[in-house]
């Protein structure tokens, strides 16, 4: 069954996205398990608070902790763990990368090459094409997780964080649930079993949960009223499911445009809501990538000189758009994504759709009715089912108690590129500067080194404080980092400090 087919209503949409982002929080793996144990025996103090059953599992951990285990975050740990910096990653879905896993359509490909998309310290195979599509990039992050040994606690969604300054470390709770009872039982089982609430702390807390953290749903007057199907496009998985149908499309991003596209190879004509401008540039220039064209000519000439280059050629190659309702904005592409972060459409195919007519561009929605939709020109077109390409948003202002003001109430960094990547306290972020994934791949290489420098620091003040012979120490600290003992650890008293952690002899 179509994931769509069990909340066909607007209402249910939003709803709907929300539940199948935390209903992965509920399907856990004994590949989790198993990865749990093991953390608790390498760098890190778990205290199971066995008298109280309701409080917390507190773990403390001699490093840094990743929120997220998409590309960023694993770009990020990849790069402390190689410079010697224990790493744990916390994921509320089930694995890594979920987003490309379960929120992308069949048909996607990078559109950018590859060379932009790679991660640090490992490259794409070889015999990978220019754009690999969906499957192979997620094959690429699987094996990248298991290539660095990345530690991950999954289903584990981080419900707050904020540093302590009496203890001088971020406290990280999260809320998983009782995995075992619930595997393949269903969210609403799954719920019934019980929501288990952790504690972590960390001197490094690394903010990765994503510019594509949540779906956002917009609210169109009269959705209450629409009786067919609606969903996020990060519901939507192929055109198949749409055969026979009347399908609208809201919103002209690169989702939007290519779901468009996908639709009419399945003998649907869909309608196309372009509410505003847009900036739609052929994926090539010349047979090179737009963008590494583009990247090529920030390297030299100014940006609006990049921007009068890209906007001329859009137009000797796909004419002028405007005749079909998409209107350019009066900056330029690369402007725009520098400005607002904004991301141009690299078009695959969807403007010769356009300009055969077989996808119906029409303007903003006015507002739903029964069986359909009123534009603001007063057009009224009947509909089977709405497709909101409308966005993400992140999610960091639900669960970062950021007390310095570092991050927008949109839960973006102030801080203008290239410094957005370090907060105060200990606060780093990590592909948050909408730049895509080479961005984030800067970003991990940067904080990597900023907390590597921190770590071994901290570590050799702590070992010269407990044994005075800073040379052997230093030796000691520089080798692979070991399980980190309590030597009179009390599970039960209150703790304002970590405990003294120290490295064993080996
Ligand atoms: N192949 C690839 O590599 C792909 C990459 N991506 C990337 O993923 C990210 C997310 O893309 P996408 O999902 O397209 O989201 P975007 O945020 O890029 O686009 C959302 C679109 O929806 C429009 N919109 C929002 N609300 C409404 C509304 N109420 N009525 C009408 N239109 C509305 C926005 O218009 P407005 O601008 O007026 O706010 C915008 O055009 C981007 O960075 C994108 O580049 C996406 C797909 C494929
Ligand atoms: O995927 C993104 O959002 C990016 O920031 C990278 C990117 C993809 N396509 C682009 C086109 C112009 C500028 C940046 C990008």
Same mark, same amino acid.
């Given at each position: 069954?179509?994931p769509?087919e *069990?909340?066909?209503?607007y209402?249910a949409?939003?709803?709907?996205?929300e539940?199948?982002?935390?209903?992965q929080?509920?399907?856990?793996k004994?590949a $989790?398990?198993?990865?749990?144990?093991?953390?608790?025996?390498?760098s890190?103090?778990?205290v199971?608070?066995v008298a109280a059953?309701?409080?917390?599992?507190?773990t403390?951990?001699?490093?840094? #902790?990743?929120?997220?285990?998409?590309?960023?975050?694993?770009?990020t740990?990849?790069? &402390?763990?190689?410079?010697?910096?224990p790493?744990l990653?916390?994921e509320?879905?089930?694995?890594?990368?979920s987003?490309?896993?379960? $929120?992308?359509?069949?048909r &996607?490909?990078?559109h950018?090459?590859?060379?932009?998309?790679e991660?640090?310290?490992l490259?794409?195979?070889?015999?990978?094409?220019t754009?690999?599509?969906?499957?192979?990039?997620i094959?690429?992050?699987?094996n990248?997780?298991?290539?660095f040994k990345?530690d991950?606690?999954f289903?584990?969604?981080?419900?707050s964080?904020?540093?302590?300054?009496?203890?001088?470390?971020?406290?990280i709770t999260?809320?998983?649930?009782n995995?075992?009872?619930?595997?393949?039982?269903g969210?609403?089982?799954?719920?019934?079993?019980?929501?288990v609430v952790?504690e972590f702390?960390?001197r490094?807390?690394?903010v990765? *949960?994503?510019?594509n953290a949540?779906?956002?749903?917009?609210v169109?007057?009269g959705?209450?009223d629409?009786?067919?199907?609606?969903?996020?496009s990060?519901?939507?998985?192929s055109g198949?499911d749409?055969?026979?149908?009347?399908?609208l499309?809201?919103?002209a991003g690169?989702s939007?445009m290519?779901?468009?596209?996908d639709?009419?190879?399945?003998?649907?004509?869909?309608s196309l809501v372009?509410?505003g401008?847009?900036h739609?540039?052929?994926?090539?220039?010349f047979?090179?990538?737009?963008f590494?064209v583009a990247m090529?000519?920030?390297?030299?000439?100014?940006?609006?000189f990049t921007?009068?280059?890209?906007?001329?050629?859009?137009?000797?190659?796909?004419g002028?758009?405007?005749?079909?309702?998409?209107?350019?904005?009066?900056?330029?592409?690369?402007t725009?994504?520098?400005k607002?972060g904004k991301?141009?459409?690299?078009?695959?195919?969807?403007?010769?759709?356009?300009k055969n007519g077989? #996808?119906k561009?029409?303007?903003? #929605?006015d507002h &739903?009715?029964?069986?359909?939709a009123?534009f603001?020109d007063?057009q009224?077109?009947q509909?089977?089912?709405?497709?909101?390409?409308?966005?993400?948003?992140s999610n960091?202002p639900?669960?970062?108690n950021? $007390?310095?003001?570092?991050?927008?109430?949109e839960?973006?960094?102030?801080?203008?590129?290239?410094?957005?990547?370090k907060?105060?306290?200990?606060?780093?972020i990590?592909?948050?500067?909408?730049?895509?994934?080479?961005?984030?791949?800067?970003?991990?290489?940067?904080i990597?080194d900023d #907390?590597?420098?921190l770590?071994?620091?901290?570590?050799?003040? *702590?070992h010269?404080r407990v044994?005075?012979?800073?040379q052997?120490?230093?030796q000691?600290?520089?080798?692979k980092?070991q399980?980190l003992?309590?030597?009179?650890?009390?599970? $039960?008293?209150?703790?304002?400090?970590?405990?003294q952690?120290?490295?064993?002899?080996?």
């Amino acid at each position: 069954m179509p994931p769509y087919e *069990s909340h066909s209503t607007y209402a249910a949409a939003e709803a709907a996205a929300e539940a199948f982002y935390s209903e992965q929080e509920y399907m856990g793996k004994a590949a $989790n398990d198993d990865s749990n144990r093991r953390l608790c025996c390498r760098s890190a103090v778990t205290v199971a608070a066995v008298a109280a059953a309701a409080a917390p599992v507190v773990t403390f951990w001699n490093g840094a #902790i990743v929120v997220g285990a998409g590309p960023s975050g694993m770009a990020t740990a990849a790069c &402390l763990q190689l410079k010697g910096v224990p790493c744990l990653i916390l994921e509320k879905s089930d694995g890594i990368a979920s987003l490309w896993k379960h $929120n992308t359509y069949d048909r &996607l490909h990078l559109h950018i090459p590859k060379e932009f998309c790679e991660l640090p310290h490992l490259p794409f195979p070889a015999d990978f094409p220019t754009y690999p599509n969906r499957r192979q990039f997620i094959q690429y992050l699987d094996n990248y997780a298991a290539h660095f040994k990345l530690d991950f606690r999954f289903n584990q969604q981080v419900t707050s964080a904020a540093f302590d300054p009496a203890a001088a470390c971020w406290k990280i709770t999260t809320r998983s649930c009782n995995t075992s009872s619930a595997a393949g039982a269903g969210l609403a089982a799954a719920a019934a079993a019980g929501a288990v609430v952790s504690e972590f702390r960390a001197r490094w807390l690394v903010v990765a *949960s994503g510019e594509n953290a949540e779906a956002v749903c917009p609210v169109i007057p009269g959705a209450g009223d629409f009786k067919g199907r609606v969903l996020h496009s990060s519901r939507y998985k192929s055109g198949a499911d749409y055969q026979g149908l009347r399908v609208l499309v809201v919103g002209a991003g690169n989702s939007g445009m290519e779901i468009a596209l996908d639709l009419t190879n399945f003998n649907v004509t869909p309608s196309l809501v372009v509410r505003g401008p847009v900036h739609i540039l052929p994926r090539e220039v010349f047979g090179k990538s737009t963008f590494a064209v583009a990247m090529k000519l920030l390297k030299t000439f100014p940006l609006w000189f990049t921007d009068s280059f890209l906007v001329w050629y859009a137009w000797a190659l796909m004419g002028d758009t405007n005749s079909y309702g998409l209107h350019r904005p009066a900056e330029g592409p690369m402007t725009i994504k520098t400005k607002l972060g904004k991301t141009p459409v690299l078009d695959v195919g969807t403007f010769a759709k356009i300009k055969n007519g077989d #996808i119906k561009v029409v303007p903003a #929605i006015d507002h &739903l009715t029964s069986n359909g939709a009123q534009f603001a020109d007063g057009q009224v077109q009947q509909f089977d089912a709405i497709i909101l390409a409308t966005g993400y948003r992140s999610n960091v202002p639900q669960w970062l108690n950021d $007390n310095c003001n570092f991050f927008s109430e949109e839960g973006f960094p102030r801080n203008p590129s290239p410094k957005a990547w370090k907060g105060e306290t200990g606060l780093y972020i990590a592909g948050l500067g909408r730049k895509g994934i080479l961005g984030a791949a800067f970003d991990a290489k940067n904080i990597a080194d900023d #907390i590597s420098q921190l770590f071994f620091a901290a570590e050799l003040e *702590s070992h010269a404080r407990v044994q005075p012979a800073p040379q052997q120490q230093q030796q000691q600290l520089l080798r692979k980092p070991q399980m980190l003992q309590v030597p009179s650890f009390q599970p $039960n008293a209150p703790t304002t400090r970590p405990p003294q952690l120290h490295t064993p002899m080996n």
